[in-house]
């Protein structure tokens, strides 16, 4: 990236501004890209122990299988997700607020008693599936957070910040130059009216 300047004083001091608020921010950056890097690997824990808990409740109901077929799965429903955001890094994520299900009426007295478990197993379920589903958005996000931080960071350190210290000790020598000619040149004029 070619940083255009003029070789004059306020080009001068547009560019070492701008340099200071890159160093300044380098280390922010820095900061927000570990910290999103960590979340990233707790996000990619947290989705391997969901998977696995909801493995675990698969199997423990595989005993009951057979009792599984005699329940009626339109009895329970998911009415509503309320999703709130939380910030993570500076990201919002989503997050469960409620969720709201409906329950058809059935008869307590003709249906199997383990109904009213039923409806528990299905509820807590369902939140470990729409818990799994936000924690691979969640994962997301932030991947796609850290690596624009990341970018930023190359650019700051790889680009920006060499771009601005060259164009200024390109300034600083052009300058420099023109005070050396400038003296030697008065020098010149000084000798010859002795």
Known sequence: MAIEFQYN???LQGLEKNLKIRERALPTI????SALRIE???AKTELQELEREMEASIKAYDRMLALWSEFDPTLLTIEKVELGTKKIAGVDVPVIKEIKYRTKEYSVFCSPKWYSDGFSVLKTMAVKGLERELCIEKMRLLEYARK???QKVNL???VQIPGYQDAILKIKRFMEDEENL???SQKIVKSKRL
């Open 9 to 11: 004083k306020t080009s």
């Open 30 to 33: 820095k900061n927000k890209e």
């Open 40 to 42: 990233v690997k707790r």
């Open 148 to 150: 624009k931080t990341t």
């Open 156 to 158: 700051f350190e790889k």
């Open 182 to 184: 400038s003296k030697s």
